[in-house]
Every structure is written in structure tokens, then in C-alpha cells.
Nanobody, 124 residues
Framework: QVQLVESGGGLVQAGGSLRLSCAAS????????MGWFRQAPGKEREFVATINWSGSSTSYADSVKNRFTISRDNAKNTVYLQMNGLKPEDTAVYYC?????????????????WGQGTQVTVSS
């Protein structure tokens, strides 16, 4: 069974930074792509970033490109999301998820495993 636990969320001023972590259980962590998604109040959950099984390839939503960086440490079963230059519109609950594929994907239906989420609030 796969369990994903996010941490690192909080309240930050616009322009600030946060680093989210997602710790995964299971010995097969290093074989699957991982992703970060977010859901703002009153909005649908949306794709943020994804990384392939080895960490050699990544993809980002246009809204976070050049500000956020996804990375992973397969030895620690952990995926990270470094968020710089945060804006009030980045306020959301952030979820990590494990894909059924080894290559990265932005499609939510390719992610059968999800964490509980961590709140990120950016004040103006």
C-alpha cells in the first residue's frame, strides 16, 4: 500500500519561498513518476509540476514555470517542491501524487495515489 505525506506548507508573504516535501512509503518509489497538484478555494484541482522516475525530466504548469522546482531523492523516498517568488494566487492546498507511469504526466487520471495535502497561504 502506498502512503504519501506532505509537509512544509504555511503562511508566507508575497515574494517569499517555501519548500514542500512529500514522503512516500513503499519500496517501489523509485520506479514511478511523481507530481504536485493544487486546489484553491472554489476552484478545481490543477496540475503544478511532475517529475519522471529518475528525476532526469520534469514539466511545469505555465503559471509556475521559472518559479517552482520539483525534485526527488529516491534514496529517501521523498519528492520536493521548491517554491520561490510566491504570489497570492499560489494560495491553495498542495497535493503530491504518485503516477502509475514511469514517465512524467500532467494527467490527474494517471495518478492513483494521493496525499492528504498541505495548505500554502501567500499574503499580499
Amino acid at each position: 500500500q502506498v502512503q504519501l505525506v506532505e509537509s512544509g506548507g504555511g503562511l508566507v508573504q508575497a515574494g517569499g519561498s517555501l519548500r514542500l516535501s512529500c514522503a512516500a512509503s513503499g519500496r517501489t518509489f523509485g520506479t514511478n513518476a511523481m507530481g504536485w497538484f493544487r486546489q484553491a478555494p472554489g476552484k478545481e484541482r490543477e496540475f503544478v509540476a511532475t517529475i519522471n522516475w529518475s528525476g532526469s525530466s520534469t514539466s511545469y504548469a505555465d503559471s509556475v514555470k521559472n518559479r517552482f522546482t520539483i525534485s526527488r531523492d529516491n534514496a529517501k523516498n521523498t519528492v520536493y517542491l521548491q517554491m520561490n517568488g510566491l504570489k497570492p494566487e499560489d494560495t491553495a492546498v498542495y497535493y503530491c501524487a504518485r503516477a502509475r507511469t514511469s514517465g512524467w504526466t500532467y494527467r490527474q487520471d494517471e495518478y492513483p495515489y494521493w496525499g492528504q495535502g498541505t495548505q500554502v497561504t501567500v499574503s499580499s
